[in-house]
């Protein structure tokens, strides 16, 4: 698993500025990013010879960022999982990324009435948190439901990483209807109404059309999609 890894160290500076800067040490952050395969090694050579880092510069602390904790330790001790999934499959992972986020208290995990299309759509929202954009986002999410064109599966908003972001994971019938819903919503004065209030805490917006793997315990199946460059998503549930 690739990860990343931050040193925090403290050396003493005379070209700090600003009234915040009185003592003259300044402290750096420091993360690295490695290849899964490399990551033990790489831990194991620091471990032998940070001292000599240490001689130079103090280290306040070093850290590895997980989420997941728990799951992620009973699996490094499952050698059944080690040998026949995880080393195996660690030469085809380029780059692995981990958001750790909750249902809002308005939306609940529903699955679908039958096959279809699902579009994973992300919404960066302005600093505030939904204290200050979750109405707002709230009725223009309905807006688009109660055009009976699509579903919610879940409405995800970020605890950790990227925060203020929203994952809002729709169902479609199929492509068509899908496009010809968006088509009739953007002509729909309630829809328009609560974008307009919705869009002025929006900073940007990106969307994908997911195709489930055979193993996906959520069967959201299109066979009218093809040809797409597929990246891997996994949506898990952990206990807070």
């Known amino acids: 698993q690739s990860a990343g890894i931050t040193g925090v160290s403290t050396v003493c500076s005379s070209f700090a500025t ?12 420091c ?32 850290w590895c960022v997980e989420f997941g904790a728990e799951v992620r330790k009973a699996l490094a ?29 308005w939306s609940k995990l529903e699955k679908p009435p039958k096959e279809g299309v699902c579009e994973l759509a992300v919404f960066q929202m302005k600093p505030g948190g939904p204290a200050l954009w979750g109405d ?12 009976g064109y699509t579903k919610v599966v879940g409405v ?18 199929s492509a068509d209807s899908h496009a010809a819903g968006r088509h009739k919503s953007h002509e729909d004065p309630r829809v328009v ?15 994908m059309l997911l195709i ?19 990246t891997a998503i996994d949506l898990s549930a952990n206990g807070a």
């Open 18 to 29: 600003g009234p915040r800067q009185y003592n003259g040490t300044f402290y750096e952050f």
């Open 31 to 62: 993360p690295y990013y490695f290849k899964p395969s490399k990551m033990n090694t790489f831990m194991e050579n620091l471990k032998e010879n940070i001292h000599i880092w240490t001689a130079h510069s103090e280290l306040v602390g070093f």
């Open 77 to 105: 001790n499952c050698k059944e999982w080690q040998e026949q999934a995880l080393i195996p499959n660690l030469a085809h992972v380029d780059k692995q990324e981990s958001e750790i986020t909750y249902l809002t208290p």
């Open 136 to 147: 707002a986002f709230k009725r223009a999410i309905n807006a688009h439901i109660n055009l």
């Open 156 to 173: 995800f908003c970020t605890e950790y990483r990227e925060l203020n972001r929203v994952h809002v994971l729709w169902w479609n019938e």
């Open 193 to 207: 109404a609560c974008f307009q209030e919705s869009v002025n805490y929006l900073v940007s917006q990106q969307n």
């Open 212 to 230: 489930p793997t055979a193993f996906s315990p959520l069967k959201i199946v299109s066979t009218e999609i093809q040809n797409i460059s597929l």
